[in-house]
């Protein structure tokens, strides 16, 4: 391994792409500039099942396979194993042949259990034409089906679908068994913060200094003592059984995960943890002097670094400071162009905020060592940490590579697809010595993936996430709090026979026209059902406001809003400018102004520092003047809510009809108009082409609204959020669900209209909670729409199946089951 890890060291380029070939029953990696002879430039084997299913394409003419690995990252892999059995590297293997190639290339991966996928760093110039790939064209964007297109995938999908379900069992068991009788003591805070805490932010704060101080009850304490017989005392690991019997007790101070759920006021918690130790962080950093365990350069600071996701979560823990905490706390935004240069103002501050993507440019930054890795800070706190959970990213390098004596994690999602999830944040906080991958990985992960159900092995990893998760992590649901109640209700509508009419109708003419583009109406033409499921469901929209469908008119926003809500918020895609995982529900991809000369998808801080170049930083292409007016205004000025001119295949103007009428837009404005002047509302659709629609409502009714959508830049959407709290003029805000993602708060309305049923009930679930957190006085309630004999019935029953299922996550929100009111009845609202 020191031999590899020294010729990782060389490259100077940031992939490597190595040589493969067969020797003996095994497929052999080499690096491109090795000798077949030479033994030094051999770099590893294919996995057994991996290489067998491989070989027959190195022996097919004309097929080329072209491993390729990020130099950084298996040179960090290989240099964190302790032997040669931990270093397993993730490695990407480039297929190349002929089309007349690919349906044997995809039967012989298909027979291996192995799918192809859509390539990062493809050749240029290089077609791609995927066996295994059914695609939903999206302005060049292509969604994977959940299901493949070969019989045989069928298989994996449902091995696939067994491991999930067995993790969510596991997960389900462990939250079942945690101790939720912990007796916790309620911490005051000081004069420092101006509100007061409630019982549970008094528990979670209590946590915190418990964790950090180290004077931690031994029922949660991973190591126990034991007493020998010639009265010493030892101490045994409760998981690993390592024995210390030197008479120390070992150091359990450290940091943790706060894991409650979504709204609970985990920011609120953290924050009076900085002033409560404020006297502490001081000291400890005074005496710098005494300090080895860090750099020369690297100097202490009294101060707590605060990483967010998103510029706008910035803004709002600036906000949450400015209310929460007096005026003496000395707080930075360490973001865009005025950000700090100094490193003494950094030091004498008591928090600071950054996002993920600026510590990760920065730090990706040869030529300058990075500001915020030139500090030993106090404290770091990960919010909504379980962006960090892949290890091999060099966005988890970023965070883990900062000097800090705490270190902490909030996030209502721990585990979101594997417990390799929440090993990744304890290696982050330290918790040793499951902090190394081949420990939690010997101990929980192995065991787990070759145990059966109720087995003994299955109990033991049960028993030993309860014990870590118990000591390292506070978890409490919403159910914990005196939250107000949510009240839903399903509004059954029926078409009027002009509706009705013309759904049928456009029903017809997309079986015609499908059945003529992909040759059959099944299960597996994706293509097709996708296209009718989403005119179907604009129309019981819309109604006659529609025009009937038309290929010409094919808009390629409808088709990306669709999609994502089908996904949900916990799929993400990467910035194509600084990789930074983002949820696709709220970024640039959904935007009506996505250029179609430049498919790259960007944050929105790189799209606003694209702004100032007006070009693409990945491909230096034109951004277009939409994005380039939408992304420039940020001197706080208002611009109106729906652009004059849109990109292309988006416009109304042969869209809608002047005139026409919708069933369901008219229900929703007579359920708006109820109570308006008692209360506020928040009315989400996933389509922008809805809410134009539903504005011609609004203003017809004279009621006077905002609007959120894609367009809106970060500044028009925090001046909208802050005028809805306050205005009392304006009491309506309709919103696309896409926006309903991070950092939105949403408490100063009590009623929600959720204009239709998406695949993904996640997805409105996420849009709810933003109003059901604390702070929220009143009973929150949701309205549902459904026009009975269409689509939305069989999308209302998809949803009861998937919400059965949907325990995995920790901040599903629990709702009641909707009590439904037929079209022929007012709603009690």
């Known amino acids: 391994m020191e031999v590899i890890h020294s010729k990782l060291s060389q490259i100077e380029i940031t992939y490597e792409r190595f040589k493969i070939k067969k020797k003996d029953d095994h497929v052999l990696l080499s ?8 033994k030094d430039g051999k770099f590893g084997y294919l996995r057994s099942a991996v290489g067998k299913t491989l070989m027959p394409l190195l022996a097919m003419p004309l097929v080329y396979l072209e491993p390729i690995g990020q130099a950084s990252n298996l040179k960090d892999i290989i240099g964190r194993a302790n032997k040669a059995a931990d270093a397993i590297a993730k490695i990407d293997i480039n297929l190349y042949g002929p089309r007349c190639a690919a349906k044997e290339v995809g039967d012989t991966l298909s027979h291996g259990k192995l799918w192809l996928q859509k390539s990062n760093h493809m050749k240029r110039d290089v077609i791609y034409d995927n066996p295994h790939f059914l695609r939903l064209e999206l302005s060049g964007v292509s969604i994977q089906p959940t299901q493949p297109a070969t019989q045989s995938r069928n298989e994996g999908s449902a091995g696939k679908q067994k491991r999930q379900e067995r993790l969510q069992k596991l997960v389900r068991e462990v939250y079942n068994s945690i101790d939720r009788s912990r007796n916790l003591d309620k911490v005051n805070v000081g004069g420092l913060v101006t509100q007061e805490l409630l019982s549970h932010q008094q528990e979670a704060l209590g946590f915190m200094v418990e964790r950090e101080s180290g004077d931690i009850n031994d029922r949660y304490r991973l190591w126990e003592t034991k007493t020998l017989d010639n009265g010493t005392e030892e101490y045994c690991h409760r998981i690993t059984k390592q024995k210390i019997k030197n008479g120390i007790r070992p150091d359990e101070s450290g940091g943790g995960i706060l894991a409650d759920e979504m709204g609970m006021g985990k920011t609120l918690s953290i924050l009076a943890l900085i002033v409560k130790t404020l006297g502490v962080a001081t000291e400890w950093a005074q005496k710098q002097e005494s300090s080895a365990t860090v750099e020369d350069e690297i100097q202490r600071s009294r101060s707590t670094l605060v990483i967010v996701p998103s510029a706008l979560l910035v803004y709002n823990w600036i906000d949450e400071i400015n209310s929460y905490l007096k005026k003496e706390v000395k707080k930075i935004k360490y973001h865009g162009s005025d950000r700090p240069t100094e490193l003494e103002e950094i030091l004498d501050s008591d928090v600071v905020v950054t996002t993920y993507s600026t510590l990760k440019a920065e730090f990706q930054n040869k030529s300058k060592k990075s500001l915020l890795h030139r500090v030993d800070w106090y404290r770091i706190v990960l919010d909504e940490a379980h962006i960090i959970r892949r290890r091999a990213t060099l966005f988890y390098r970023s965070c883990d590579e900062l000097h800090a004596s705490f270190r902490w994690c909030l996030t209502g999602t721990p585990i979101q697809n594997k417990l390799t999830d929440i090993g990744t944040l304890f290696a982050f906080i330290r918790a040793e010595p499951f902090s190394k991958a081949a420990i939690f990985r010997k101990w929980i992960e192995v065991p787990f993936e070759q145990s059966t159900d109720d087995s003994i092995a299955a109990t033991a990893v049960k028993d030993r996430l309860v014990m870590l998760i118990e000591a390292l992590c506070l978890r409490r649901t919403k159910e914990s709090i005196d939250l107000p109640n949510v009240r839903t209700c399903l509004r059954e509508l029926t078409f009027t026979p002009e509706e009705r009419e013309q759904y049928e109708n456009t029903k017809k003419i997309l079986t015609r026209m499908i059945l003529h583009r992909v040759g059959e109406i099944d299960k ?150 109820k109570d308006l002047n008692e209360t506020k509302s928040i009315i989400f659709s996933c389509w922008t082409r809805t809410l134009k629609l539903l504005s011609r409502y609004l203003e017809e009714a004279n009621i006077q609204y905002f609007c959120i959508d894609g367009t809106s830049s970060l500044s028009q959407r925090q001046k909208k959020l802050k005028q809805f709290a306050k205005d009392d003029q304006k009491r309506v805000l309709i919103m696309t669900t896409g926006t309903g993602g991070f950092g939105l708060n949403l408490t100063c309305a009590n009623r929600i209209f959720i204009v239709e049923l998406q695949w993904n009930p996640g997805v409105e679930s996420q849009a709810i909670a933003r109003a059901i957190r604390l702070g929220q006085k009143c009973e929150v309630k949701v309205t549902r729409y459904l026009i009975k004999g269409t689509v939305e019935e069989e999308m209302r029953s998809q949803q009861r199946y998937k919400k059965q299922l949907a325990a995995l996550g920790f901040d599903e929100l629990h709702e009641s089951e909707d009590h439904t009111v037929p079209s022929n009845h007012e709603p009690n609202m």
């Open 31 to 38: 690096f491109h500039d090795a000798d077949d002879d030479d």
């Open 524 to 673: 597996a033409s994706h293509f097709g059902t996708f296209q009718m499921n989403l005119q179907m469901r604009l129309l019981c929209n819309h109604g006659t406001y529609q025009q009937p469908f038309s290929w010409r008119r094919r808009s390629y926003q409808d088709e990306r809003e669709a999609a994502a809500g089908a996904l949900g918020q916990n799929h993400e895609i990467c910035c194509s400018g600084c990789q930074l995982p983002m949820p696709i529900l709220g970024s640039s991809w959904l935007r009506s102004d996505y250029n179609k000369r430049c498919n790259h998808v960007l944050c929105s801080e790189c799209i606003e520092e694209s702004g100032k170049k007006a070009e693409c930083p990945v491909c230096l292409s034109s951004l277009g003047p939409d994005m380039m007016r939408n992304n420039a205004s940020t001197n706080g000025e208002d611009v109106p809510d729906w652009p004059a001119n849109e990109a292309a295949g988006n416009s109304d103007d042969h869209y809608f009809n002047m005139v026409g009428h919708s069933t369901k837009m008219k229900a929703l404005i007579k359920d708006v108009e």
